[in-house]
C-alpha cells in the first residue's frame, strides 16, 4: 500500500510538465511528503496490520450462543421474534378500551391498535381510556378486566427448568410448588392505647429530620380527627382518606385492635408500606418480598431488609409470617433465617399463590385478611411484577 503511494510521486517528479505546476511548488510538497513516508511509514504498516487483524477476526468470528430461555413471566414474542413492550403495551390498552362497553369505545380500540408511532402517540390513547372509563362504574370494570385479561392471555410463563411454558394466566396455575412458613412473633403484650399520628404542624419530605414522635408531638383523637377535616377541606388528601383516619381514630378509642387482622403485603419491605404501624397496633403481616440469599457477600445483601422486618415484629404487639426456602427448625442462626426468606415474585408467582392458599386454610372463621401490592420497579419490571401480583392476589 505504501509503495503504491510512493511510486506515482516518483513518476510526477519526473514529468517536465509538473515543475512548474502550483507556480514551481508542487515538486517540493511532493519531495516533503516522500521525506514523511520514511518516519511515518512503520506507523502506517502497524496501522494496517491491526486493521487486518480485526477484519479477519469479524469474518471468523464465533456464532453469539443463543439467547437463554426466559424464567417467570415476561412479554410475548413479536413478528420479529423479539419481545417488543411497547407492542404488547398497545394492544393491552387496545383491549382495556374496547372492553369498557362504551358506544365509541370499539372504534377508539381499533385506533389504538393501529397507531404507528406508539412512542409518541401513547398519551391520546389512553387520556381516551380514562374518558371512557369515567362513564360509568362497569366501563371502568370492563376496562380494567379486558386489559388484565389480554395479559393473562398474552404474556408468557416459563418456569425455571422450561417443562412448563406457555400463556401465563394457563400456564402459571399449573405450578405445583410451594415454600416453608417462618413466623416472628412480637414481644409487646398489647398495642398501646389510641391511634397516633406525628405531627408537627410544619414538617415537609424535603426536611432531612422526620418530625418527633413523642406523646406530644403526636395528634389522636378529636383534634387528628379536627385536623384530616382541615386537610381534606384544603385538597391535601382526598375525602376518603380523611374519613378512614377518622374511622381508625373512633375504633382504637372504642379499645379495637387489630389482633384479627392479617395482612398480606407483597413488598413489604417498601418504604410506602404500613409495615412499621401494621406492627405496632398489633395485626399479623405476611410479608412478600425479595428473596434473602440475593447479594450475599456484597456491600448491600439482601437479608438486611429481613433483619429490618424482622426486628420490628420483635419490637411490638404484631406477628410477622413469611416464606421460607427451608423449615425454620433448619434455621441454625438469624441471620442464617433471614437469608432463607423471601421469594422471587417474578420467577415465583406460582409458587408464592399456593403457599398463600395453604397458609389462609389455616386462619380461624373471624379473622379478616387482606391483601396490597406494595412493589415497584423501572420500565418493563413493574409490568411484570403487577401481573404476578395480581396473580397472586386473585388466587
Not at 372504534?107 to 391520546?124: I, M, P, T
Not at 371512557?132 to 366501563?139: D, N, T, Y
Not at 412480637?186 to 406525628?198: A, F, I, L, M
Amino acid at each position: 500500500g505504501i509503495t503504491g503511494e510512493v511510486l506515482p510521486l516518483l513518476a510526477c517528479l519526473a514529468d517536465p510538465s509538473f515543475a512548474s505546476a502550483l507556480g514551481g511548488f508542487a515538486p517540493l510538497l511532493i519531495k516533503a511528503m516522500l521525506v514523511l513516508y520514511v518516519p511515518a511509514s512503520p506507523f502506517m504498516y502497524m496501522n494496517m496490520v491491526k486493521n487486518r487483524k480485526g477484519a479477519f477476526k469479524k469474518r471468523f468470528a464465533k456464532p453469539p450462543p443463543p439467547p437463554k430461555a426466559p424464567v417467570g413471566a415476561e412479554f410475548p414474542e413479536d413478528s420479529k421474534g423479539g419481545r417488543s413492550t411497547s407492542e404488547a403495551g398497545k394492544k393491552a390498552f387496545a383491549a382495556a378500551i374496547g372492553g369498557s362497553g362504551v358506544g365509541e369505545a370499539e372504534a377508539a380500540a381499533a385506533k389504538c391498535a393501529g397507531e404507528r408511532s406508539w412512542r409518541f402517540g401513547y398519551n391520546k390513547h389512553i387520556t381516551k381510556l380514562v374518558r371512557l372509563s369515567c362513564e360509568s362504574p362497569a366501563a371502568g370494570l370492563g376496562s380494567a378486566k379486558a386489559g388484565l385479561g389480554w395479559m393473562y392471555e398474552n404474556m408468557v410463563y416459563h418456569s425455571p427448568d422450561q417443562t412448563l411454558r406457555g400463556p401465563f394466566g394457563a400456564t402459571v396455575d399449573k405450578v405445583t410448588g410451594s415454600f416453608e412458613t417462618g413466623a416472628v412473633r412480637g414481644g409487646k403484650q398489647s398495642p398501646p392505647p389510641g391511634y397516633r399520628v406525628p405531627y408537627d404542624a410544619g414538617w415537609h419530605p424535603s426536611r432531612p429530620r422526620p418530625p418527633p414522635t413523642g406523646p406530644s408531638d403526636c395528634l389522636s383523637g378529636k383534634a387528628l380527627k379536627a385536623q384530616a377535616a382541615e386537610w381534606a377541606a384544603g385538597g391535601i388528601i382526598e375525602p376518603d382518606a380523611a374519613e378512614a383516619l377518622c374511622w381508625l381514630s373512633d375504633h382504637f378509642d372504642k379499645g379495637e385492635s387489630l389482633q384479627d387482622v392479617y395482612v398480606v403485603m407483597i413488598g413489604a419491605g417498601s418504604a410506602m408500606g404500613p409495615f412499621p404501624k401494621l406492627m405496632e397496633m398489633g395485626a399479623t403481616v405476611v410479608a412478600i418480598d425479595i428473596p434473602g440469599a440475593w447479594g450475599k457477600g456484597g456491600p448491600r445483601p439482601a437479608s438486611a431488609v429481613w433483619r429490618r422486618l424482622c426486628d420490628t415484629a420483635r419490637g411490638s404487639a404484631g406477628s410477622l409470617v413469611f416464606p421460607l426456602s427451608k423449615p425454620q427448625s433448619q434455621c441454625a442462626t438469624d441471620e442464617e433465617l433471614y437469608e432463607a426468606a423471601g421469594c422471587d415474585l417474578m420467577k415465583q408467582p406460582g409458587e408464592i399463590a399456593n403457599w398463600l392458599c395453604e397458609w389462609q386454610k389455616t386462619l380461624p372463621d373471624s379473622a379478616k385478611v387482606m391483601i396490597g401490592n406494595y412493589t415497584y420497579l423501572d420500565g418493563e419490571l413493574h409490568v411484570k411484577l403487577a401481573l404476578c401480583a395480581d396473580h397472586c392476589t386473585q388466587r
